[in-house]
């Protein structure tokens, strides 16, 4: 999506509109950057970002009220640009009238928050980061495991849909199947959710497709979470080197955030669902600063140690 318009702006965010109802389908956001024009308001608009929302606070509208009627009548005026999407004004604070005079004359939306200034800007932003963000998508399937975001993936065929089927009885949560839609929200965080037609649904061979919410409740099925872990699962093959260790540790990288991945091998008789459980947990703990791959080097380290002053003492 490369554009958001004002209406889904009010509807996301319970805004309040004062003026402009029947054009708020007309106009469009087309980035997440709010503004807050206090330069401009002191008369300074070289470098106005006409594109952006723009929020006025406590500090611009007070500004403006201290102002000649003359003066704000025409720094309002240039405030109003052919691509200007809308004006929040924050804390209910009173529409100045020469806002709302120039605003109906050139058909920008006039919204109104009972929300701070710096929260209502942080809720729009996020929004508009997510709405706005580059997608893609990946063949896969998403599960929140104990709060985690593991992306289950390998060959069709393999036992994903399968394996998320096992870990929903278990009591953990499905995102998505088959499809997952990924963004980068910032610099370290991928969000994955279902596309819209996909949503609560799993695809089981022999069954079809089932509908998750429905056969488990509400409580086994989540809009959309952070991926934490990708957990890759291929055929056992004998010439095949795994991991045994947990030491090296891959990582894959999703538009620019570097995600782990661990590689479980599938065959007849292992049960995938408490494998890809236990890797979640295992996971979690290292990010809560306990590594049993540490601990067992630690551990092989001290018994090297102790056998070596043996050998010296015989010696």
Known sequence: MDQVSVAELVEANNLIVYYGKKFLKERFVTTSDISRPGLELTGYFDYYPE?????????EISY?????????????ERLCGPHTPCFVVSRML????????????????ILRTKLGTSRVSSKMSNYLEGCLAERKSMHGVLMDIYGLGVLIT????????ETALELIKRGHRLIADDRVDVHQQDEQTIIGEAPKVLQH????????????????????????????????????????????LGIGEKMVPIFEVEIPQITIPVKIGRNVGIIIEAAAMNYRAKMMGYDSSKTFE?????????NTAAENQDN
């Open 298 to 306: 630690r551990n092989l380290r001290e018994l090297i140690a102790q």
């Open 154 to 161: 390998g060959d069709s065929g393999i036992g994903k849909s």
């Open 51 to 59: 594109e952006r929302i723009q929020l006025l606070g406590m500090k």
């Open 64 to 76: 403006v009220q201290k102002k000649p009627a003359s003066e704000r009548a025409r720094d309002i």
């Open 201 to 244: 649904l799993l695809e089981i061979r022999g069954i079809g497709i089932i509908d998750v919410m429905n056969l488990f409740g509400a409580g086994a099925v989540r809009q959309s979470t952070d991926i934490s872990l990708i957990v890759h699962l291929e055929n056992w093959s004998k010439d095949q080197q795994y991991d045994r």
């Open 94 to 109: 009173p529409v100045p009238a020469e806002l709302e005079d120039t605003a109906r004359r050139h058909q920008i939306p």
